[in-house]
């Protein structure tokens, strides 16, 4: 399940990657649209909010279509730092971000470093070498990967790759839906 960013909606180029290699490797995948872009709204809304949307869309899928099924959660940016905060919430098995935004740009003083240790399943976290939100550092349980871009992470091929990769090596395919 992935969510998108706070200024875009699922069909931005990096979940689309990360859905194809999921969808390539046998698992479901459900993108998730937050309640303020369905509306029509830009802005999002505050966090409390989005935690409970997205947790609450995960929760019904669960009890519906993906019943039974282990669940990687992530997303782009802002759905990155929703996903990481609900981990434990939704009884993910992994977490997936793509262009986790570590700091606001030029602010590393106001770091979100947190939400990611928060997190004790394995997490990927795929960046752009040139992102102005930052890279977080790598740890036991989360890896990072760099590619060529900024923050909107617009090579699809490059993610699906990373994504593809990832899910080998901590052997999910098969195990979730």
């Known amino acids: ?15 689309l990657g990360a859905a194809e290699a999921a969808g390539l490797a046998g698992l479901s995948v459900a993108l998730i649209e937050q309640p303020y872009r369905v509306a029509g709204r830009r802005s999002p809304a505050p966090a409390g909010q989005l935690d409970a949307a997205w947790s609450s869309a995960v929760r019904k899928l669960r009890e519906g279509p993906l019943s039974g099924l282990s669940v ?4 782009r940016s802002s759905g990155a730092r929703v996903a990481c905060r609900t981990a434990a919430e939704t009884n993910s098995v992994a977490v997936v971000c793509l262009a986790f935004p570590l700091h606001p740009p030029g602010r590393p003083e106001k770091s979100r470093l947190g939400e990611l240790e928060a997190v004790s399943l394995p997490t990927l976290v795929v960046q752009g070498v040139s992102d102005p939100f930052g890279t977080p550092p790598p740890s036991s349980n989360r890896t990072v990967v760099r590619i060529p871009g900024t923050h909107s992470l617009r090579d699809r091929a490059a ?19």
């Open 159 to 177: 993610v699906a790759a990373v994504v593809s990769g990832w899910l080998r090596m901590i052997e999910l395919v098969g195990q979730a839906g």
């Open 1 to 15: 399940m992935l969510g998108h960013g706070a200024g875009g909606g699922i069909e931005s180029p990096d979940l």
């Open 72 to 75: 990687v959660t992530g997303g």
